[in-house]
């Protein structure tokens, strides 16, 4: 597609639940970052794909948070144990390559554990 | 580390007013920057870019100019519109051998006022 597809749009999940987050990158990009938006403002970065290969993971929490990116499947990024602090809005993009390229958001998942 | 600061918002403005947001940034090499825009509920858009020293990026009649001696990428439109409301985001990445993850200042919030 044109866009970057995220899905859900809202995920409401109890404290301790598993949440689960997809997105679907624009066609012909290789590469995925995800970034978590906390307090309103502030981007984190948690991890990034070239393809289905972890390109760079220095920004993801070891413990609960894991993801994917799986030929011929949307991209996931999954929570275990979720806590009260991960409550945020999620952000996928893509581009066409890694370095110096823009990258294409999408419009995020808010994910808000109660 | 590498990092991106922001002047402090929000920005209100009456319409047609002189725009400036300020980003200053500091990275080791030679960054790629960017402005990219958030409106209300919706992902990142990017609104302009430049890869090099004395690069200006324009779009939209926002434009930027990559000041290396004084490491600042500021934001400049001559007349907003009420349609400029929005939070506004500085963000480099680095080169080559760099991953590309976006590494963002805090965002600034515009209002501008009929």
């Known amino acids: 597609g044109e866009e970057v597809a995220q899905t859900p749009k809202h995920l409401v999940r109890g404290e301790g639940q598993k949440a689960k987050l997809y997105c679907a990158p624009i066609?012909?990009?290789?590469?995925v970052f995800w970034y978590q938006q906390v307090l309103k403002n502030e981007f984190k970065f948690l991890i990034s794909f070239q393809n289905e290969n972890v390109f760079d993971e220095t920004g993801m929490p070891k413990e609960r948070f894991s993801a994917k990116c799986l030929p011929n499947s949307p991209c996931s990024l999954e929570i275990q144990a979720t806590k009260l602090e991960d409550s945020a809005v999620y952000f996928c993009?893509?581009?066409?390559?890694?370095?110096?390229?823009?990258?294409?958001f999408g419009d995020g998942t808010r994910l808000s554990i109660l | 580390g590498d990092s991106v600061t922001q002047m402090e918002g929000p920005v209100t403005l009456s319409e047609e007013a002189f725009l400036t947001i300020n980003c200053t940034y500091t990275a080791t090499g030679y960054p790629s920057l960017f402005w990219y825009v958030q409106y209300p509920g919706e992902g990142l858009q990017l609104l302009l870019k430049?890869?090099?020293?004395?690069d200006k990026g324009s779009n939209k009649g926002f434009e930027a100019t990559y000041r290396k001696e004084t490491t600042s990428f500021h934001l400049e439109k001559g007349s907003v519109q009420v349609s400029d409301s929005a939070v506004y985001f500085c963000?480099?990445?680095?080169?080559?051998?760099?991953?590309?993850?976006?590494?963002f200042g805090q965002g600034t919030t515009l209002q501008v006022k009929p």
């Open positions: 993009a893509s581009s066409q390559s890694g370095s110096n390229q823009p990258q294409h």
């Open positions: 963000a480099l990445s680095k080169g080559s051998s760099n991953t590309g993850k976006l590494i």
């Open positions: 430049a890869t090099k020293a004395d």
């Open positions: 066609k012909g990009h290789s590469y």
